[in-house]
């Protein structure tokens, strides 16, 4: 216990004693988060107090190896992974310092935590079983390494997220750190138990200066190394002892963070925005715009996470049915919670799940048509034939016309119109789009005009439009040869089609008006 008391101890001393030279070295450098629409601080506030929580925890991490003692044999009995574990967290502390000083894309930090997390399976960092209940154990198989991922990654970015207000992400992180070590120290994990408690010594030093008023952010380096170790050391743990409740305080540690980022990128998605844009509709926005000043916002989250965690220890002492319940218990109230704030609309997020899958379930029809339409197009042989094909693509897409409008050398103009009969009852109105076609002769032109049935949404409908345009281009050969052909007809080839003299197509109030000449 003296070994694990120094190591948090020395991190803590550590941090507090490097962290002023940090937000010296910051403001010298000009690495300061200035005020935007997004944030909620009035004063530019430096922003790479990471670099104290990484010093101040791998050095003291890297002097356990040297130890005379129990605890650095461990260490050294695995130091290929504990070896791929610094290396690693020190690849992601390095990426978010350059973000935090140049700016990285984001998809660029993410294949970096791609990357590292697979390096670290590699090296045996793998979850493959996971113990439910005593007795009970559940293998993952060819799923343990990519769960494993995963869990890394989304550890991270939870973190990541959630450093939006002062003091927010190092003192949740704290409260995981602190949670997860009394876990490693009852498991008799001391490989875990040091890099718990030499991050939580780190986190807890910064914690003097990053609470409200912040006078320094973690940034990107801090906030990712953070949930890096995090994630990677329970998955360490969890390799050598695959009891539940190993990864049950982690997620009810970061039960906020997690379900935040969660939804942060479920909403996202179902806006069809990047889900790496920006917003500001975070649990933690929700709070301050329910009212709450930052200082107590941060707080209500400190005792959410601290009652949670306190309950998840329930489970590290009863590893049976009841350990469970309480588990989704824990869940459904931080669900609750987030319904409660306006962090989360369920109803709304169910509706827009349906109506994707609607739409999703709507192209794939539209799909299939569409390469039954193209076999058609290809199998034409003469005019006639190709005509029919657009017919049938006007049908099978859900148009309310076709028209071909051609323009020989001599000026002379013939309209080609097919004509939907029937009016489909879901339809409430209809869209025209027009667009020319070359011909490849000089003199001469053809321009399609359709009119689209519109069924649910516009989208599908400029859908549909876009899968007659490819049609009409990728067989624009056919459409040549066809050209003569129709201009030569006096007779329509079925009953739904007509050659009309151009005198006789009207226009009414932008909307074209056709009659049928036999």
């Known amino acids: 216990m003296t070994t694990y008391f120094s190591v948090w101890f020395g991190s803590l001393v550590l941090a507090l004693a490097v962290t002023p030279a940090v937000i010296a070295l910051a403001r010298r450098i000009d690495a300061v988060d200035r005020p935007g629409a997004r944030a909620v601080h009035t004063q530019p506030v430096p922003r790479i107090g990471g670099v104290a929580i990484f010093v101040s925890a791998i050095c003291l991490i890297s002097a356990v190896l040297l130890l005379d003692n129990r605890i650095g044999d461990a260490f050294r009995r695995v130091s290929l992974q504990v070896s791929a574990l610094l290396g690693m967290a020190t690849l992601i502390f390095l990426v978010g310092l350059v973000d935090d000083l140049r700016g990285l894309p984001a998809r660029v930090k993410l294949v970096v935590e791609v990357l590292a997390a697979t390096l670290l399976c590699g090296v045996g960092v793998r979850v493959s079983a996971l113990e439910i209940t005593d007795g009970y154990l559940l293998p993952l198989g060819q799923w343990g390494t990519p769960l494993t991922i995963l869990w890394i990654i989304g550890i991270t970015n939870a973190v990541n997220l959630s450093d939006g207000l002062d003091g927010l992400a190092a003192g949740v992180s704290a409260v995981a750190c602190a949670v997860i070590a009394v876990f490693a120290i009852y498991s008799e994990n001391r490989v875990m138990a040091v890099f718990m408690l030499a991050l939580l010594g780190g986190l807890s030093g910064f914690l003097f200066y990053n609470f409200n008023p912040a006078k320094v952010f973690m940034g990107d380096c801090g906030s990712l190394f953070v949930g890096f170790t995090i994630a990677a050391s329970s998955a360490m743990c969890l390799t050598k002892s695959s009891a539940l409740v190993g990864l049950a305080l982690p997620i009810l540690a970061l039960g906020i963070p997690i379900f935040d980022t969660f939804f942060a990128i479920l909403r996202r998605f179902l806006e069809r925005r990047s ?130 409008m051609m323009r020989d050398t001599e000026g002379n103009l013939d309209t080609r119109i097919w004509r939907e009969r029937s009016l489909p009852v879901e339809s409430s109105c209809i869209v025209t789009m027009g667009f020319p076609v070359s011909t490849a002769r000089a003199g001469s032109s053809a321009e399609f005009e359709i009119a689209v049935f519109v069924s649910g949404s516009l989208e599908s409908a400029s859908h549909r439009a876009a899968l007659f345009s490819r049609l009409v281009d990728e067989h624009r050969s056919g459409m040549l040869r066809a050209i003569p052909d129709l201009r030569s007809q006096n007779d329509a080839s079925g009953s739904n089609i007509s050659v009309i003299p151009s005198e006789h197509i009207l226009h009414v109030h932008g909307e074209r008006q056709t009659e049928v000449v036999r």
Request: contains cysteine; charged residues 20%; aromatic residues 10%.
């Open 275 to 404: 889900l790496f844009a920006p917003d500001r509709s975070h649990f933690h926005h929700r709070l301050m715009d329910l009212g709450l000043k930052q200082r107590h916002a941060v707080l209500a989250i400190y005792f959410s996470t601290c009652v949670a965690t306190g309950l998840g220890l329930f489970m590290m002492v009863r590893r049976d049915v009841g350990a469970l319940v309480v588990f989704a218990c824990i869940l459904l109230l931080v669900l609750l919670l987030f319904r409660v704030v306006g962090a989360v609309h369920l109803r709304e997020m169910f509706a827009a799940l349906q109506s994707k899958h609607a739409r999703a379930r709507q192209q794939k029809r539209e799909q299939r048509v569409f390469e039954e339409l193209e076999l058609r197009f290809r199998r034409a042989q003469h005019g006639t034939e190709w005509w029919q094909a657009v017919c049938d693509a006007g049908k099978g897409l859900g148009f309310a016309w076709v028209s071909l």
